[in-house]
């Protein structure tokens, strides 16, 4: 199919038109993209088109929230990033410290990796705490926290 051919808006009770008015109620990213407004008469046809891009505010959830680890087994924090936009930036913290790219410590147990991922190998006492995922983007930023226990092993 010819990406540039029209197709009939499907209207429902979000999408609608009134009058020669198209409404979007609670407009969401999907509906982003190029509308097309075409009208026809006996003196000829007039098209407009209109570029519509939808954003939403920044917003972290970290999975899982709480986890309980025994001493020596592995943890891993993951930071679920929505409405974020080119040049976003993602940092974590533990007790307010900057952690990951081996900074979590002399023995590199703490990786943070390109897909908002953090690990930490081989969990010790001194692991254990808040950390927090923090997103940074030109306009707005947001953050999301988990805890990690020491389990009793």
């Not at 930036?89 to 703490?110: E, F, I």
Request: charged share 25%.
């Amino acid at each position: 199919m010819d990406r540039h051919q029209l197709h009939g808006l499907a209207e429902d009770e979000r999408v609608f038109r009134v009058a020669e008015c198209l409404v979007i109620l609670h407009a969401e990213e999907a509906d982003g993209g190029r509308y097309v407004c075409v009208a026809n008469n006996s003196a000829g046809t007039e098209r407009i088109e209109v570029a519509l891009t939808i954003s939403s505010p920044l917003s972290v959830s970290l999975h899982p929230r709480h986890a309980t680890i025994d001493a020596g087994h592995r943890a891993e924090f993951r930071c679920h990033v929505s409405g974020a936009r080119p040049g976003t930036n993602v940092s974590w913290l533990k007790d307010g410290q900057p952690v990951g790219g081996g900074a979590g410590g002399s023995s590199g147990r703490v990786s943070v990796d390109a897909t908002e991922r953090l690990v930490v190998d081989a969990v010790q006492r001194e692991d254990a705490g808040m950390y927090q995922c923090i997103v940074r983007g030109d306009e707005d930023s947001s953050q999301g926290s988990a805890e990690l226990r020491l389990g009793g092993e």
